[in-house]
């Protein structure tokens, strides 16, 4: 069994996003900025790009909704390869850079791809465990624009006419590690992730001019989905890091209007005397999320930038559930994730499934159109983590106030019981 969610619309998720690229595909869509020399991409370029590559794809005869698992360097390329198997109907399958040998192992014989992508410097033992898994393609790309898959793909034509799929076809399959027990692929859909990326593109006011300053992975929700679909729904510019610089980004933040980071990268700014209100006075949004932001830091921001940070709580199978308010600014509330975004349901409950008192503990449960549809060949687990009514249960633990706003406290896992009382270590921290 796996869950099916609401359709909210017919068309592939690239169509979606091609179709808010600029008239102008001259224009600079993304630059490089710690590359040797700033390469520029053009709108054309990336629209060529993918094109390219989704026919290399179409080439193989690969039967429809493969998974094509990736495992690379940050780079301009790497963001077309997803590009690309979204239009060409595919799913995409991104693993941390960090992953190893047995879990790659793992990954591949669980996912069952029919292309992986990898590093050169890996190709030699991820190869032979694909092939091993039954995998017939095995490509590499490095950040360097070099790798037989760049290499393939200049073969093929530069048009492409972008697969027909439905809101409920797979888009992405995320690996999680969850709670416990084995890795869980999450299966995310085109409905998904564009539901999101539209509700998000209205609530955090993206608008004309707006730039992002990009220094996220591109293997995990927040860099891959919230990020980019951001961007390129909105027709932005990109000014890209193949990885987090403080000094680099703080000496590009007078270009940029928008920034998303999570925790870590805003304390590493804070360690850099070149951030002041000054450098940020062209910026009209910092986004932090992925891990809980200390109230010291929301407070040491507002008075070293002068902006006020915005923290959101999203998750691998849901994408964002939660954002604290756009506007005004006054209204986002250090310590904690703000208002079910529009058309997510939120809501907190006992370990009895029963609803809690306002300000009380409890686990939180989620619907809407961005919640994944289950997760890879795990009808039980899939199960399990719904309930009857088909509220998907995050894990999380937190409370709703008086005034509506969440705050996360802990995983489930983590509950300590202590004298009779429960007791959560992100709570503590965050005292």
């Given at each position: 069994?796996?869950?099916?969610?609401?359709?909210?619309?017919?068309?592939?998720?690239?169509?979606?996003?091609?179709?808010?690229?600029?008239?102008?595909?001259?224009?600079?869509?993304?630059?490089?900025?710690?590359?040797?020399?700033?390469?520029?991409?053009?709108?054309?370029?990336?629209?060529?790009?993918?094109?390219?590559?989704?026919?290399?794809?179409?080439?193989?005869?690969?039967?429809?909704?493969?998974?094509?698992?990736?495992?690379?360097?940050?780079?301009?390329?790497?963001?077309?390869?997803?590009?690309?198997?979204?239009?060409?109907?595919?799913?995409?399958?991104?693993?941390?850079?960090?992953?190893?040998?047995?879990?790659?192992?793992?990954?591949?014989?669980?996912?069952?791809?029919?292309?992986?992508?990898?590093?050169?410097?890996?190709?030699?033992?991820?190869?032979?465990?694909?092939?091993?898994?039954?995998?017939?393609?095995?490509?590499?790309?490095?950040?360097?624009?070099?790798?037989?898959?760049?290499?393939?793909?200049?073969?093929?034509?530069?048009?492409?006419?972008?697969?027909?799929?439905?809101?409920?076809?797979?888009?992405?399959?995320?690996?999680?590690?969850?709670?416990?027990?084995?890795?869980?692929?999450?299966?995310?859909?085109h409905g998904n992730l564009l539901s999101n990326a539209q509700v998000l593109k209205d609530y955090?006011?993206?608008?004309?001019?707006?730039?992002?300053?990009?220094?996220?992975?591109?293997?995990?929700?927040?860099?891959?989905?919230?990020?980019?679909?951001?961007?390129?729904?909105?027709?932005?510019?990109?000014?890209?890091?193949?990885?987090?610089?403080?000094?680099?980004?703080?000496?590009?933040?007078?270009?940029?209007?928008?920034?998303?980071?999570?925790?870590?990268?805003?304390?590493?700014?804070?360690?850099?005397?070149?951030?002041?209100?000054?450098?940020?006075?062209n910026m009209r949004l910092f986004i932090s999320g992925s891990a809980p932001l200390l109230l010291?830091?929301?407070?040491?921001?507002?008075?070293?930038?002068?902006?006020?940070?915005?923290?959101?709580?999203?998750?691998?199978?849901?994408?964002?559930?939660?954002?604290?308010?756009?506007?005004?600014?006054?209204?986002?509330?250090?310590?904690?994730?703000?208002?079910?975004?529009?058309?997510?349901?939120?809501?907190?409950?006992?370990?009895?499934?029963?609803?809690?008192?306002?300000?009380?503990?409890?686990?939180?449960?989620?619907?809407?159109?961005?919640?994944?549809?289950?997760?890879?060949?795990?009808?039980?687990?899939?199960?399990?983590?719904f309930t009857t009514d088909l509220w998907f249960k995050t894990g999380d633990v937190g409370r709703?106030?008086?005034?509506?706003?969440?705050?996360?406290?802990?995983?489930?896992?983590?509950?300590?019981?202590?004298?009779?009382?429960?007791?959560?270590?992100?709570?503590?921290?965050?005292?």
């Amino acid at each position: 069994m796996t869950r099916q969610n609401a359709s909210v619309s017919s068309q592939n998720l690239y169509t979606a996003l091609r179709s808010a690229f600029p008239a102008d595909l001259d224009q600079i869509a993304i630059e490089t900025a710690d590359t040797a020399t700033p390469l520029h991409y053009r709108w054309r370029d990336l629209d060529r790009g993918t094109a390219m590559i989704a026919n290399l794809l179409a080439s193989l005869k690969l039967p429809a909704q493969s998974r094509i698992a990736v495992q690379v360097e940050k780079s301009v390329e790497a963001l077309m390869l997803y590009l690309a198997v979204l239009r060409a109907g595919h799913v995409y399958l991104p693993l941390n850079n960090a992953y190893q040998a047995a879990e790659i192992e793992y990954f591949i014989g669980n996912a069952e791809p029919a292309v992986v992508v990898c590093s050169g410097r890996n190709f030699g033992w991820i190869s032979k465990l694909a092939f091993k898994a039954g995998t017939r393609h095995v490509f590499t790309l490095d950040d360097d624009r070099r790798g037989s898959l760049l290499e393939r793909a200049a073969f093929h034509g530069d048009q492409h006419e972008t697969v027909r799929r439905s809101s409920d076809d797979l888009a992405a399959i995320l690996y999680t590690s969850g709670t416990t027990g084995r890795s869980k692929g999450a299966m995310l859909t085109h409905g998904n992730l564009l539901s999101n990326a539209q509700v998000l593109k209205d609530y955090w006011g993206w608008a004309k001019g707006d730039v992002l300053i990009h220094a996220l992975p591109i293997f995990h929700v927040h860099g891959l989905f919230v990020a980019t679909h951001g961007a390129l729904l909105n027709g932005s510019r990109m000014i890209w890091f193949s990885r987090f610089d403080a000094r680099g980004v703080i000496a590009r933040l007078a270009e940029a209007t928008v920034f998303m980071g999570v925790p870590t990268l805003y304390v590493r700014m804070l360690a850099d005397p070149g951030l002041t209100p000054q450098v940020c006075a062209n910026m009209r949004l910092f986004i932090s999320g992925s891990a809980p932001l200390l109230l010291e830091t929301f407070n040491d921001w507002q008075v070293r930038s002068g902006h006020t940070i915005l923290e959101r709580y999203g998750m691998s199978e849901t994408a964002m559930l939660t954002s604290n308010p756009y506007q005004p600014v006054s209204a986002r509330r250090g310590g904690t994730v703000g208002f079910p975004l529009p058309g997510v349901d939120l809501r907190v409950r006992d370990d009895k499934g029963a609803p809690v008192a306002s300000g009380d503990i409890g686990g939180i449960e989620v619907k809407g159109p961005n919640v994944f549809k289950g997760y890879w060949r795990m009808p039980e687990k899939t199960a399990d983590e719904f309930t009857t009514d088909l509220w998907f249960k995050t894990g999380d633990v937190g409370r709703i106030d008086a005034d509506g706003y969440v705050t996360i406290v802990g995983r489930s896992k983590d509950l300590i019981i202590s004298g009779g009382y429960n007791v959560y270590p992100a709570e503590i921290e965050g005292t």
